[in-house]
């Protein structure tokens, strides 16, 4: 059974997405069509309800500042490409950056920069799987499946910056 809770956040309502025994989604609004996975709201009793809880108090602390890490059983599911380049962006310290072109080279494949950067838009669990970490070779903050504003904001966020995102 799939279940999802929605969830507010400085950078806008989040949908929350479980099974029995994972985390497989944050969707930033609009959010997916629920009813189209068939996927039941959350109402307690199961275990994907706990690992939705446990999703939400994790990214409120996270979203309070007093998180840097995740500890979620998560699993996207995707191409063996997408899912190395997931796994990569989980050892992506919180409050630093780094270039697509760096991700790819630490994934073995120095030439992959535009297959890096179309694996890391297609995170189906941002935040908490950082792909907004990952920015141009410049410095520029390039694509995100939130949009740029939320990158900019979770940026600042790690980064102790200034935040002024206004979301809903």
């Not at 920069?113 to 799987?129: E, Q």
């Not at 070779?137 to 600042?156: P, V």
Request: hydrophobic share 40%; net charge positive; aromatic share 8%.
């Amino acid at each position: 059974m799939t279940c999802f809770d929605l969830m507010p956040s400085p950078v806008g309502e989040l949908m929350l997405v479980a099974t029995e025994s994972h985390l497989v989604g944050v969707y930033f609004t609009p959010h997916p069509d629920e009813s189209a996975g068939q996927w039941r709201r959350a109402a307690g009793g199961t275990a994907a309800d706990a690992i939705l809880a446990r999703a939400r108090a994790q990214l409120t602390e996270y979203f309070t500042g007093t998180v840097t890490q995740f500890d979620l059983p998560l699993q996207a599911r995707g191409t063996p490409f997408q899912t190395q380049v997931w796994d990569a962006l989980r050892a992506i310290p919180h409050g630093q950056t780094i270039s697509y072109g760096e991700l790819a080279r630490r994934l073995g494949a120095p030439k992959a920069m535009r297959a890096v950067g179309a694996a890391n838009g297609r995170n189906p669990i941002p935040i908490i799987v950082p792909c907004h970490r990952v920015i141009g070779a410049r410095g520029d903050l390039t694509g995100f499946g939130g949009g740029l504003e939320r990158k900019r904001w979770l940026l600042a966020h790690e980064g102790g910056g200034e935040l002024e995102l206004r979301v809903g």
